[in-house]
């Protein structure tokens, strides 16, 4: 089974640096990328940081799709607005998505994410169709480099990798 990375963006400029962090994952396992954008009234767990603009959505999802294409990387995008925890969960589990990654702007707004798709994880693990041996959850903070490195590291290098750096 190929892997599959559920990238989701609700609008927030944490958006930015889990994108890279998904890419980067992606070039190592050779996966493809689910971009989720959650649409709507979705809070991103509080109303002090600012939202991105419509347009400036819009320019994110052209950067992800461009990113993909220079890195080589499938990508597709989806949609999720009326009930985005119960789509979200659904998705995962038809998709069978093996790493979900959302960005979180600080330590407060981090802590926040991991309880919700703490959630969201007991959600998959009763559902009798949810087989999957492992369910990577990734909340990346800003420059917060030490654990991914370490992560990237135990991955080790991909056939796409080594005839990228020949």
Not at 42 to 67: C, H, N, P, Q, Y
Not at 126 to 149: A, C, Y
Request: with cysteine; glycine share 6%.
């Amino acid at each position: 089974m190929s892997q599959k990375i559920a990238l989701l963006i609700t609008g927030y400029y944490a958006d930015l640096y889990a994108i890279m962090k998904a890419l980067k994952i992606a070039d190592r396992t050779d996966a493809h990328i689910h971009v989720l954008q959650i649409t709507g009234e979705f809070t991103d767990f509080t109303g002090t940081r600012k939202r991105m603009r419509d347009d400036e959505v819009s320019d994110l999802i052209g950067l992800i799709a461009w990113l993909g294409e220079v890195e080589r990387t499938g990508i597709s995008f989806h949609v999720f607005g009326e009930e985005p925890e119960k789509e979200l969960t659904e998705f995962l589990r038809s998709h069978d998505i093996t790493c979900l990654i959302v960005g979180a702007h600080d330590r407060k707004n981090l802590k926040r994410k991991r309880k919700w798709l703490q959630t969201i994880q007991e959600q998959l693990g009763t559902d009798k169709l949810w087989f999957h041996r492992s369910f990577q959850v990734f909340v990346t903070l800003p420059w917060d480099d030490v654990p991914f490195n370490l992560t990237l590291q135990q991955l080790g290098n991909t056939k796409k990798q080594d005839q990228r750096h020949k």
